[in-house]
């Protein structure tokens, strides 16, 4: 049958659009987030988590912008950054959604958003400077595994917040060496380290890119729109870079791994699945579940391919840890350093939330020790946890896409009912999930959740979670961007979105 000559053209007139919208570039709403990083990391340094003595700011003209009206000024443009990027991420989520730009626009941005954040000084959080006395602890011959950095007496431990400085490590081996060889490479400066440490875990936000449209193409959704929705997000950006998480090379790794198990390369795999959990333990716990995939694939019965694919899977990752432990020249007492995270009480923590809560109530009436409620309400609550993953598990027998959907609920579930829950957590389950197939009420529900999480720690690491009145103007933003995400003109002030 001939094709028409209209026809034709209109087939070649939709080629050339979507040629035309796989290299296109949203510079405004690019260039609306670079300002917006921009303005944050100058705020940052004054409202961040700065150093008890910078030597690029103490003695200068520039001093003043740590305190009174200075470190106001530096909160202001702070916050007004962060507004601008929320704000540009918002657009590229709509054009993304219309389809008018694709994942390289994406990608583009990610780019561009993060190369500020990698110089500047930490925000919303203090951690990076233990992992660098971590480091410090390591590279001077004490074991981080078993002393705290208050030993070292050092420009890097001086700041480390109060909790951590007795704390061990609880963070993996191949973490330890990462942050050994940056100390060592960086001769102990703790700008150097900053930005160096930056710069390694930004490894993990490349990765994560990498993966994302692969997984996208696996569990059935959009490469885009999962680019968008985590490595473009805000929360990763500002907290997991910005913030200098090492959970950002966690979950980059595993990310990478489970991809490369979907693409039928289960020994690569599994060994970047075992790296991210010599980063960071949560990773362990897509393991489970990547093992149904590996066994869909094989021959026999369900049982005798479960155990080829537990046991070569076990045998990959433990081995790959097993080389990352005797490399770094640690042992396994990071283990049970774990527990150091119950120290941290926020409602972000439904155990915590409910023992906290009760805690509070009955203290009206009489007073109680509250530990004693928060010790049931925790225990209540890794019950709840263990039968969710249960369930989860059981529920991703057959293997393939759906597995992963499972591993994502389950991290969540982690998320929420660990003992100790930090903003960042969520980027656990986000990166595992974006590659699903998203309904636009549960890319709303994303948006909400995302900008209100980043909201939720004051610039100098200190939590909000208990500032009543901040946190209602914190969900009157995440509200607003989520309606905006659907409705570009929510006040109905003009008729030109874009």
């Not at 049982?303 to 537990?310: C, G, I, M, T, V």
């Not at 097993?322 to 990071?334: D, K």
Request: net charge positive.
């Amino acid at each position: 049958m001939a094709t028409t000559p209209s026809l034709s053209r209109t087939r070649t007139t939709a080629l050339d659009a979507a040629r035309a919208n796989a290299y296109a570039i949203p510079v405004r709403t690019t260039m609306l987030g670079v300002l917006g990083v921009a303005l944050v990391a100058i705020g940052g340094t004054g409202a961040g988590a700065t150093l008890k003595r910078d030597p690029l700011i103490a003695d200068t003209s520039l001093s003043w912008i740590r305190y009174g009206h200075g470190q106001d000024l530096a909160s202001m443009l702070l916050y007004l950054g962060l507004g601008l990027v929320i704000w540009a991420w918002i657009r590229l989520g709509r054009l993304v959604r219309w389809g008018q730009v694709s994942s390289f626009a994406v990608l583009v941005a990610v780019a561009a958003w993060t190369m500020p954040l990698l110089f500047a000084p930490p925000l919303f959080s203090k951690d990076i400077y233990s992992y660098l006395a971590q480091g410090q602890l390591a590279l001077t011959g004490f074991d981080p595994y078993a002393v705290g950095p208050s030993v070292l007496q050092s420009t890097l431990s001086e700041n480390v917040s109060w909790v951590w400085q007795h704390t061990p490590a609880p963070y993996g081996p191949l973490f330890i060496l990462v942050a050994k060889a940056i100390v060592w490479a960086t001769g102990g400066s703790v700008i150097g380290g900053v930005v160096a440490m930056r710069l390694a875990l930004a490894v993990g936000l490349a990765l994560l890119c990498w993966a994302l449209p692969g997984l996208a193409r696996h569990l059935g959704g959009r490469g885009d729109v999962a680019l968008w929705l985590a490595a473009a997000n805000p929360l990763i950006l500002v907290h997991l870079v910005g913030g200098a998480h090492n959970d950002l090379l966690m979950v980059g790794l595993m990310a990478a791994g489970v991809l490369l198990v979907l693409d039928h390369r289960h020994v690569s795999g599994f060994a970047l699945v075992a790296l991210a959990f010599s980063v960071k333990a949560t990773a362990v716990v897509v393991v489970p579940f990547l093992i149904w995939v590996w066994a869909a694939r094989l021959d026999g019965d369900q049982r005798k391919r479960f155990q080829k694919a537990l046991g070569a899977g076990a045998a990959v990752f433990l081995g790959v840890f097993a080389a990352c432990t005797l490399v770094a020249g640690v042992g396994l007492g990071w283990i049970p350093a774990l527990r150091s995270s119950s120290m941290i009480v926020n409602w972000l923590s439904i155990p915590s939330a409910v023992g906290d809560f009760v805690r509070m109530i009955v203290n009206w009436f009489v007073h109680v020790d509250g530990g004693i409620f928060m010790g049931v309400a925790r225990a209540l609550g890794s019950i709840l946890l263990l039968f969710i993953a249960w369930r989860q598990w059981r529920a991703a027998r057959e293997g393939g896409p759906n597995a992963i959907r499972c591993a994502a609920i389950t991290m969540l579930a982690v998320a929420l009912l660990s003992p100790a829950t930090l903003p960042w957590y969520f980027s656990w389950p986000l990166a595992l999930a974006a590659g699903l197939t998203w309904t636009t009420k549960g890319q709303v529900t994303v948006v909400l959740a995302s900008v209100f999480l980043l909201l939720v720690t004051f610039p100098n690491g200190d939590t909000a979670l208990y500032s009543w009145g901040f946190l209602t103007l914190a969900l009157a933003v995440s509200v607003l961007a989520a309606r905006s995400l659907v409705k570009p003109d929510p006040f109905g002030l003009s008729t030109r979105y874009e």
